[in-house]
């Protein structure tokens, strides 16, 4: 089991950059593939990157370009670099962790309670 804290959310201007934070309690962090979601106010929650245990990654084409994903598995952490943010972008986002490397929600077993993303424009 994990327990998953996101961290690094904001507010900022379009064009700008956040760096979110999604950190894991006990030893076993590494042993996860890791996703990143988010979801906008009146919208479903939808896929925006995943890492594999290794650093594979994949980039939803709606961010691909703007936002990558990685992680450091001695600081049980993953990251998600937002740049050229847009008021669209404006979300809670979610950290989520499961065994599979996959872009849908229903593999992923544990989630963080969601840091929010506010761009202005």
């Known amino acids: 089991q994990v327990e998953l804290v996101e961290s690094g959310g904001g507010l900022v201007q379009a064009g700008g950059s956040l760096k979110l934070s999604c950190t894991g309690s006990g030893r076993t962090f590494s042993a996860y593939n890791m996703g990143w979601f988010r979801q906008a106010p009146g919208k479903e929650r939808e896929f925006v990157a995943a890492?594999?245990?290794?650093?594979?990654?994949m980039i939803a084409d709606s961010v691909k370009g703007r936002f990558s994903i990685s992680r450091y598995n001695a600081a049980n952490t993953m990251y998600l670099q937002m740049s050229s943010l847009k008021p669209e972008d404006t979300a809670a986002y979610y950290c989520?962790?499961?065994?599979?490397?996959?872009?849908?929600?229903?593999?992923?077993?544990?989630w963080g309670q969601g840091t929010q993303v506010t761009v202005s424009s």
């Open positions: 989520a962790a499961g065994d599979s490397f996959t872009s849908g929600q229903s593999d992923y077993v544990y």
């Open positions: 890492i594999t245990r290794r650093g594979g990654n």
